[in-house]
């Protein structure tokens, strides 16, 4: 898929075997994003000489080099967007080399969804998902966007001590109390078409100890918290 969307971030994925290139494109995809693949260091140099991406997702070894390799020569050409370098190998001797090389993540293949999807969103930031998803929240609400506003202010008030109360948990390795925040939050976001902090609610409930990911949602709340109100969702005819 060549990168078109100029909502949705798009990634590099540089990765020869089929398998893993239809895996690692289709869960790249559902965050979503915009997925250019590419299978060689030949295609992906062409790519970055084409297109402009957001995010290099490299793997560790290619049919024409490494990618290490070819990330100091995109970084030369002036690449200079986050790269996640992904391998097989569980060695950490190739681990450190790769981080040494620049990547700023290195992943192990294979991998769950929620372990991709919340290594891109600690490096995309905002780009990672719409704030607010107006059609999801329309479904919901059966067309009505007064009621999608009502609830969307009502959401944005009780977020704070949400938030508080989520972070009070992980603190006191609660895990019972962060699941039961986190149920309720998974289920707010969904009325109101929350996405990305939808997202990474999933993910800290795949691990609701785990620091990164209660970092990732505390983030997401807060660039929520800080945005300007939502407008009112449009409904189209």
Known sequence: MDPQDCTLPNLL?????????????????????????????????????????????????????????????????????????????????????????????????????????????????????????????????????????ALRRMFLAELPDQRRRIASAVQQQDEAAVRAELHRLDASCGFVGATRLAGSVRDLRTEPLDTQRWQALDAAIADLLSAPAPAPPTTTA
């Open 13 to 149: 994925l540089v990765e020869d075997d089929p398998t893993s290139a239809a895996f690692l494109s289709d869960a790249a995809a559902q965050l979503p994003a915009q997925v250019h693949i590419a299978k060689c260091i030949a295609e992906a140099r062409a790519a970055c000489r084409n297109h402009a991406f957001d995010l290099l997702l490299i793997d560790a070894h290619l049919p024409d080099g490494n990618g290490a390799d070819l990330l100091n020569e995109l970084r030369a050409a002036g690449v200079q967007v986050p790269a996640l370098a992904h391998t097989a190998e569980a060695g950490s001797a190739l681990h450190d080399q790769l981080l040494a090389a620049g990547f700023c993540e290195v992943l192990r293949k294979p991998m769950p969804v929620t372990t991709l999807h919340a290594a891109l969103r600690r490096q995309l930031g905002d780009r990672a998902a719409p704030g607010w998803n107006d059609d999801a929240a329309l479904a919901v609400m059966g067309g009505r966007a007064d009621q999608v506003a």
